[in-house]
Structure formats: C-alpha cells, structure tokens
C-alpha cells in the first residue's frame, strides 16, 4: 500500500491517523490526549539519513477510549521526530522510515506483530527483459515467486508506552524509538569469466533463490516464506569479472531453503546460456547475516562458432551448464 507522506500539523492529527488500512473509527466525545515528543535516536544505526519517518501507535486495549485494537499512523518530516498529539491510553509502538518507499507493500498493519513489508512480483528481468513466468529456473526453483529486491528500511519497536487518563495532561511525554537497519547487503562477484568479450551486452541478469519474501517489523524477522530474487551484474571486459550489490529481506526467518544463484547471458552469436551455482554454504554461513557475499570463481563462457571455434547451439534454445563451486 503506497502513501503521500507529509507533515501533520497537530489539529489535523486525528484525521491522518485513520488514513491507513482498516484502522478503528475514534469516538470524538470527550477525547483527552497527550502532548507527546517523540524522538528517533539514531545511535543503532548512525549512517541511517531517511528524509521522512512514520509511528504507528497500536492500541493495547487496557482502555476504554476507542481505537480498540487499532492503531493510529503519525508521520514526520524528517529523521528526528517532532511533538504530536495523542488520545490517552495505553499502546505499542513501531516506526520505520516513510521516504522513497514506492517498493514497499504492506499488510496486515493493524496486527504489530504481523505488520509485513514485501516487495511486488516482476513479470520480467531488467538487463535483456526475459519474461520470468518463461525464463529456464534451476531446480528445485520453480515454484518460487520472482519479486523485485527492497531499498532502504529501517524500523523499532517500543512496547508498554502508557498515557493514562490523569487530572493533568498538560505534560508533554517523550517516546524515544530506536531505528535500525533492517535489510541485507548481498554482493556477488564472479571472477575469470572465460571469453567474456563474447557476452554482448555490458549488464546481464541474474537471481538468487530461496530468499525471504518479506520482513514482519513487529516480531524483527524475516518472514518464513521463499522467493527468487532477480538482480543485475556489471559486465567488465578486463577484468574479466561480473559484479552486483543489491538488498534483500535475507533468509527466510524460521525455515531453511539452499540458494542457486543463476545467471543468464547472451552471446554475441546470439546463443542464449544460463548457469548456475550452488551458493547455499556461502550465504548460510558468512560471517555477517547483514552483508553477504558471494564469490564465484571460473565461469567457462564458450566461444561462439562465429567467432573462430566452438559449438553454435539452436539459437531458440537456452543452453544450461550446472558449474561446480571451487572451494
């Protein structure tokens, strides 16, 4: 679900809150709330630079004042914070980043604990356009979805924050949130690319199987469901090398799935060729969850018939080499 994400002036509050999905109606009638600072400490994460920032405060049901089980959405034009206005109560808190976000689809957002963010499903792959419902997949992969990798994403979590109902509510309350990052670095490097001046573009395709598909910020995981994950690797001629970075959601949070990474290439002889490899031990077991990467050595690319040698395969066909790693 996308958002125009603006700054809520105080007066206005109440209204911007129930834009979200399915989000409890408030009874009007002898509201009482709170002045409240609210401050995104960003010590968990010092590099982390969004330009806009949502708070999503969920009802505990420990009162009888209205949302009942719903929450309420605050946003802010900035990385810091600001002063709002909140109906006494009693709630949990959660915050991620509302800024270049076009990516991002929700659900269940009235549900902290099951408040997901996820990437939409890719009909094709960037560099040559394949249509990923026909692209050849490795084994075992046909059944996961091809879903567009996550941008940037950071989130907290703060449970028990309590406004009771007093004789003085003229006290302005501070909620201090503390964001970090919540998506991984994955690097892929593929070194001594044989014949590689036959690749005929400068930027091919690749995926990454068995990645989750998504992150549940209340419970701080990725969730249990896998996914292909399609990127795109940088062609360097001399140094014979492919390259690519991109994020993901990272392995799935509960379950556990082996990751092929593919790559599909054309050549200048216009032979289509796509190779796999059995990264499951690199990702499994690197030394950091959060910035994995994947080295590829050796990737024996043929010389096209045209060229002086080689086999020319039918060029309706993708052609398949299933490479071994080198440890």
Same mark, same amino acid.
């Given at each position: 679900?996308?958002?125009?994400?603006?700054?809520?002036?105080?007066?206005?509050?109440?209204?911007?809150?129930?834009?979200?999905?399915?989000?409890?109606?408030?009874?009007?009638?002898?509201?009482?709330?709170?002045?409240?600072?609210?401050?995104f400490d960003w010590r968990n994460a010092p590099d982390g630079n969004p330009e806009s920032m949502a708070l999503y405060m969920f009802d505990r049901g420990e009162t009888s004042?209205?949302?009942?089980?719903?929450?309420?959405?605050?946003? +802010?034009?900035?990385?810091?914070?600001?002063?709002?206005?909140?109906? !006494?109560?009693?709630?949990?808190?959660?915050?991620?980043?509302?800024?270049?976000?076009?990516?991002?689809? +929700?659900?269940?957002t009235d549900d902290i604990d099951n408040f997901e963010i996820y990437t939409q499903e890719v009909e094709q792959l960037t560099a040559y356009g394949l249509p990923t419902r026909?692209?050849?997949?490795?084994?075992?992969?046909?059944?996961?979805?091809?879903?567009?990798?996550?941008?940037?994403?950071?989130?907290?979590?703060?449970?028990?924050?309590?406004?009771?109902?007093?004789?003085?509510?003229?006290?302005?309350?501070?909620?201090?949130?503390?964001?970090?990052?919540?998506?991984?670095?994955?690097?892929?490097?593929?070194?001594?690319?044989?014949?590689?001046?036959?690749v005929s573009n400068t930027e091919i395709d690749g995926t990454l199987s068995g990645m989750a598909e998504g992150y549940l910020h209340g419970r701080r995981c990725a969730t249990?469901?896998?996914?292909?994950?399609? +990127?795109?690797?940088?062609?360097?001629?001399?140094?014979?090398?492919?390259?690519?970075?991109?994020?993901?959601?990272?392995?799935?949070?509960?379950?556990?799935?082996?990751?092929?990474?593919?790559?599909?290439?054309?050549?200048?002889?216009?032979?289509?060729?796509?190779?796999? !490899?059995?990264?499951?031990?690199?990702?499994?077991?690197?030394?950091?969850?959060?910035?994995?990467?994947?080295?590829?050595?050796?990737?024996?690319?043929?010389?096209?018939?045209?060229?002086?040698?080689?086999?020319?395969?039918?060029?309706?066909?993708?052609?398949?080499?299933?490479?071994?790693?080198?440890?």
């Amino acid at each position: 679900m996308s958002h125009k994400f603006y700054r809520i002036i105080p007066a206005l509050i109440l209204l911007g809150a129930t834009t979200s999905c399915h989000h409890k109606d408030l009874c009007f009638d002898h509201i009482h709330d709170y002045q409240v600072n609210v401050v995104f400490d960003w010590r968990n994460a010092p590099d982390g630079n969004p330009e806009s920032m949502a708070l999503y405060m969920f009802d505990r049901g420990e009162t009888s004042q209205t949302i009942a089980g719903g929450s309420l959405r605050y946003i +802010f034009s900035d990385r810091y914070g600001g002063q709002i206005r909140i109906p !006494f109560g009693y709630y949990d808190g959660l915050c991620m980043n509302s800024d270049n976000t076009d990516w991002a689809h +929700f659900r269940h957002t009235d549900d902290i604990d099951n408040f997901e963010i996820y990437t939409q499903e890719v009909e094709q792959l960037t560099a040559y356009g394949l249509p990923t419902r026909s692209i050849p997949r490795a084994e075992g992969t046909d059944d996961e979805r091809v879903v567009a990798a996550p941008g940037m994403a950071w989130s907290s979590r703060s449970d028990s924050i309590a406004l009771p109902l007093t004789d003085d509510i003229s006290t302005v309350r501070t909620i201090t949130l503390y964001p970090e990052e919540i998506v991984c670095h994955y690097t892929v490097d593929v070194l001594d690319v044989d014949n590689i001046s036959y690749v005929s573009n400068t930027e091919i395709d690749g995926t990454l199987s068995g990645m989750a598909e998504g992150y549940l910020h209340g419970r701080r995981c990725a969730t249990d469901n896998h996914i292909t994950l399609p +990127f795109t690797l940088d062609v360097d001629r001399d140094a014979r090398t492919l390259h690519s970075e991109f994020l993901t959601f990272g392995e799935c949070g509960n379950t556990s799935h082996s990751h092929t990474l593919t790559i599909y290439m054309y050549l200048t002889d216009d032979s289509k060729w796509y190779y796999t !490899f059995d990264v499951t031990d690199q990702v499994k077991n690197a030394p950091d969850p959060r910035h994995v990467h994947i080295v590829v050595r050796g990737l024996p690319l043929p010389k096209p018939l045209s060229h002086g040698g080689g086999l020319r395969p039918d060029v309706e066909d993708w052609q398949t080499v299933e490479v071994p790693m080198q440890m």
